[in-house]
């Protein structure tokens, strides 16, 4: 994550940002009394999906349970009951 304060984000947000795509981070612009982060929408919907996977009852753990099952022991699409 790359950290810059809000004075130095305001002089030039442009630069900020090109440094922000071009190393692929996350920005924190600090301020006295709070901090923001800018980031890249792609990488926040990565985690607002994980948080939201995250809270569904019981699927991080059979996602988990699921993985570590033979392949060879599971079912087929084809002979699945809908």
Excluded: C, G
Excluded at 12 to 38: G, M, N, W
């Amino acid at each position: 994550m790359i950290s810059i304060t809000e004075s130095s984000f305001l002089k030039d947000p442009a630069r900020a940002i090109e440094r922000l795509k071009k190393e692929h981070q996350i920005l924190k612009v600090v301020s006295d009394d709070k901090s923001f982060v800018l980031m890249d929408e792609a990488e926040w919907n990565s985690i607002y999906e994980t948080l939201y996977l995250n809270s569904i009852k019981d699927l991080p753990e059979s996602i988990i349970e699921a993985s570590n099952e033979d392949i060879n022991d599971s079912t087929e699409i084809k002979d699945l009951k809908w």
